[in-house]
């Protein structure tokens, strides 16, 4: 027998036993037997209402519950796009909360903030990748693009029908105190509170994360930021509770596993299964090889490039020395002709014959070679570098344009156990690009070269010392010193 039921029996011999013989008493034995049956009946279908009436309200809540975290979720995806910390928008929603709490808001207002903190940048989804995720201060062009998002992200929230002011609470967590702000120019307390909350809460966070065109602050200079800009930007009302309850709220924070230092950390670790690192690790991807063909495009020096490429590889893939092996004239060898990371001293200059080693096999057969001793690249040259590695890949850079190969770039780690496909994938990525750079820039300097030497005697030719005395007269102007010219007709 279930205790319900027990307290249902109960119940009604407690309300019943008097009811009916109170009736007994008054009005007759029939009407009592009477009675009695209707108080039962009614008490059951109260007890039953009250029964519905528990269950819709606990779906009710679970479906409150389902609709929030898939607001949560779908906000830390756009948030990944523009490459913020993975809490970010967590962090925000408890600031935000937390003030809205501190400074007497109505529940109505605290759902709004609740809401608005995890979906205030949804509309950046208008706003070009290679904006969002510029490595460098925009240009006053890029940054009133980016200014459209609070009316964009509005603008998309209008259509849902919240009950409560999520839509202006977005719209205009932009605006500053005193009329500077987006997208409307409000001023002072024609900005809705909910809205001058978030922008305080947003500002002291967005302060405090990592963003592609600066490293994270400190805490206390976040505070310093946050503090100077009361009353102009910031509602100075807010930022005085915020700075008095800081110490609270990112305990909050802390308690949350929202922390700093926890949440804003990259992994490079390609294999992670964090959602929203793979989608910043794919926007970081894409941006680098916008980057990367835009900046190819124009280089023709040989180092430059060979620079550029090490960079960007160092940018995707994580790696202990990276080295860029050059096909010399014949084919027969190629020379380390950029290095990146440890050793570099020691691999700089290294030449590898074809066939031999890690390297020498990728350039070989022109396919890529992976997860094999390192031990072996080394085993052929006077370098030794025996054990410090543990893994190795080497990547064939051949021009599609001719099929021509100019070398292989190759990686070695010692922190990794091996690289996974994914790896191998983005370096192959990367190589297509750069090898069509560097064959041009081979070209170049071929051509540079050609055009300075004697084809015959491979000793500068008249043009080369013509410029040359163009430089000297040049040095000897600035420094108004006089020169001499030795020239000898071979």
Not at 325 to 352: D, K, S
Not at 409 to 414: F, H, I, L
Request: with cysteine.
């Amino acid at each position: 027998m279930s205790p319900s039921f027990k307290i249902t029996v109960a119940s009604i011999l407690f309300l019943g036993i008097p009811l009916v013989g109170w009736s007994f008493y008054s009005f007759g034995p029939a009407f009592g037997f009477v009675l009695l049956p209707v108080t039962i009946a009614s008490y059951l279908g109260h007890r039953m209402h009250l029964a519905r009436f528990d269950q819709k309200t606990q779906e009710i809540s679970e479906a409150s519950r389902l609709h929030l975290a898939t607001v949560e979720a779908l906000a830390t995806a756009i948030d990944a796009r523009d490459q913020v910390g993975a809490g970010h928008v967590r962090r925000t929603q408890i600031f935000a909360v937390g003030l809205g709490r501190l400074l007497g808001l109505p529940e109505s207002d605290i759902d709004a903030l609740r809401t608005g903190a995890l979906l205030h940048d949804i509309g950046k989804l208008a706003i070009p990748d290679h904006i969002l995720n510029k490595p460098e201060q925009l240009t006053p062009a890029e940054l009133e693009k980016t200014k459209i998002h609070p009316k964009v992200g509005a603008s998309i929230l209008e259509k849902i029908g919240f009950t409560t002011p999520v839509v202006p609470t977005i719209r205009h967590h932009h605006e500053s105190w005193d009329g500077s702000g987006y997208p409307d120019g409000l001023v002072g307390d024609q900005i809705p509170l909910t809205a001058r909350i978030l922008a305080v809460a947003d500002g002291f966070d967005t302060l405090r994360g990592a963003r592609p065109y600066r490293a994270a602050l400190t805490r206390e200079k976040a505070r310093q930021i946050v503090q100077a800009e009361a009353g102009t930007r910031f509602d100075p009302t807010i930022v005085g509770v915020l700075m008095q309850n800081l110490a609270s709220l990112e305990a909050e924070i802390d308690a949350a596993g929202l922390s700093y230092t926890d949440s804003d950390m990259v992994s490079t670790t390609v294999s992670n299964g964090n959602y929203v690192e793979q989608i910043k690790r794919a926007n970081r991807e894409v941006f680098s090889l916008y980057e990367m063909a835009r900046e190819f495009s124009s280089a023709v020096d040989l180092e430059e490039t060979l620079d550029l490429f090490a960079k960007k590889v160092g940018e995707l893939l994580p790696f202990t020395t990276c080295s860029l092996y050059i096909l010399t004239a014949g084919g027969q060898f190629a020379t380390a002709a950029h290095v990146e990371g440890e050793n570099r001293e020691l691999l700089i200059g290294r030449r590898v014959k074809v066939g031999q080693g890690a390297s020498g096999y990728a350039l070989k057969v022109r396919e890529n070679v992976k997860n094999v001793d390192p031990d072996l690249d080394f085993a052929y040259s006077q370098v030794d570098l025996t054990g410090q590695y543990r893994t190795m890949a080497s990547v064939p850079l051949i021009a599609e344009d001719e099929q021509e190969l100019v070398g292989t770039v190759t990686v070695y780690s010692k922190d990794l156990a091996e690289y996974g496909d994914e790896h191998i994938r983005i370096l192959e990525t990367i190589s297509r690009i750069a090898a069509e750079a560097i064959g041009k820039s081979l070209k170049h300097t071929e051509a540079t070269t050609n055009a300075m030497t004697d084809p015959m005697t491979g000793l500068p030719n008249a043009r080369s010392l013509q410029i040359q005395f163009e430089k000297e007269v040049a040095r000897a102007s600035r420094g108004g010193n006089n020169f001499q010219l030795l020239m000898l007709d071979l």
